[in-house]
């Protein structure tokens, strides 16, 4: 079964064509980081009309990737949400056009799902039940997923999502946007105990997280001291980041031991990072508890993932609606 995934939730613009959902034939992604980057995160009318601009071309070199022409396919899946709303309005139309053109069935797939269900495209891929750390710009959360379709959510931040905190603090030391991959740089060279930056709602029993208050005290920090440079920078973004990989993986590999649950997957552009994919292995390990870590680009926002869900709704019986719309605020 060949599936068309198109993702259009935020600022990257992607399809991909995955067969029986375990295998990717193509996976295309367009970024829009020049687009943002001057405004410091992402302006939802710019990536709307980026998305109208970009969607028809990736959608053709992703098939012509998998060496596929549309009347090859068997499916199309489209994110449904949560997102932007025009964001996820240009997805959904195209879909419809591409399914007015051809005939083929389109389901609406929640972009959450689609994060939990990319680690179906490792080999290794874990069976249910797991929990998956959903860790983004938009999103922090942990799920239960206790068969494919089934999915109990454990908690979540209540306030900046992970990558949120992440983008504002780069921002306030100057660092390009998005800040994920340049504090993860610098902190390689840094001391993660320089500074003790706070960790809100810190009991493990407690499944949510709070990033509100980090992030406010690196900009006291830097009112009081200025935005530093050299190893004082490297130190600074080392204990900002032991900060965040801390709460996130002790709270997680908490919640494995206490549900009996012995399998973990991280996913979302966060699950990149690389002192929260080492810190949650190690605490893992300490309690036989196995971590999935997928690769890069099934981290971040792709098509394939929308594919392996939209597959995987389609084999447990979801059918189209004909009321399909989007919801920018949808949780599985």
């Given at each position: 079964m060949r599936v068309l995934?198109?993702?259009?939730?935020c600022d990257e613009t992607a399809a991909a064509v995955v067969e029986d959902g375990r295998r990717a034939r193509s996976d295309v992604v367009s970024?829009?980081?020049?687009?943002?980057?001057?405004?410091?995160?992402?302006?939802?009318?710019?990536?709307?009309?980026?998305?109208?601009v970009q969607v028809l071309p990736v959608v053709d070199e992703a098939l012509a990737r998998a060496g596929v022409?549309?009347?090859?396919?068997?499916?199309?899946?489209?994110?449904?949400?949560?997102?932007?709303?025009?964001?996820?309005?240009?997805?959904?139309?195209?879909?419809?056009?591409?399914?007015?053109?051809?005939?083929?069935?389109?389901?609406g797939v929640n972009h959450l799902e689609g994060h939990l269900l990319a680690i179906r495209l490792v080999e290794d891929a874990p069976p249910p039940p797991f929990l998956g750390l959903v860790v983004s710009g938009g999103h922090t959360s942990l799920y239960l997923v206790e068969e494919l379709g089934s999915y109990?959510?454990?908690?979540?931040?209540?306030?900046?999502?992970?990558?949120?905190?992440?983008d504002k603090v780069a921002r306030l030391l100057g660092l390009p946007y998005p800040g994920g991959l340049p504090i993860d740089r610098l902190a390689q060279s840094g001391d993660p105990r320089a500074i003790r930056f706070?960790?809100?709602?810190?009991?493990?029993?407690?499944?949510?997280?709070s990033f509100s208050g980090l992030k406010t005290a690196v900009r006291d920090r830097v009112r009081a001291h200025g935005v530093p440079a050299g190893q004082a920078l490297a130190d600074l973004c080392a204990s900002f980041q032991e900060a965040v990989a801390d709460t996130?993986?002790?709270?997680?590999?908490?919640?494995?031991?206490?549900?009996?649950?012995?399998?973990?997957?991280?996913?979302?552009?966060?699950?990149?990072?690389?002192?929260?994919?080492?810190?949650?292995a190690e605490r893992a390990a300490e309690?036989?508890?196995?971590?999935?870590?997928?690769p890069a680009a099934l981290c971040t926002d792709n098509g394939a993932m929308i594919a392996v869900a939209g597959h995987e709704a389609w084999q447990r019986g979801v059918r189209p609606s004909a009321n399909l719309g989007v919801d920018a605020a949808w949780r599985p």
């Open positions: 995934g198109l993702e259009t939730s970024t829009q980081v020049d687009i943002h980057r001057r405004w410091g995160g992402v302006v939802p009318e710019l990536a709307s009309r980026n998305h109208v022409a549309l009347e090859d396919l068997d499916l199309i899946a489209v994110t449904a949400g949560p997102g932007l709303l025009g964001a996820l309005l240009v997805g959904l139309q195209t879909a419809r056009g591409l399914a007015a053109a051809t005939g083929f069935p389109v389901l109990r959510r454990l908690g979540s931040t209540r306030d900046d999502a992970a990558g949120e905190a992440y706070p960790r809100a709602m810190n009991s493990p029993h407690d499944v949510d997280w996130l993986s002790r709270k997680a590999v908490a919640a494995a031991r206490r549900l009996g649950v012995p399998r973990l997957v991280l996913c979302g552009g966060v699950a990149a990072n690389s002192r929260l994919r080492a810190l949650t309690r036989d508890i196995r971590v999935y870590l997928p």
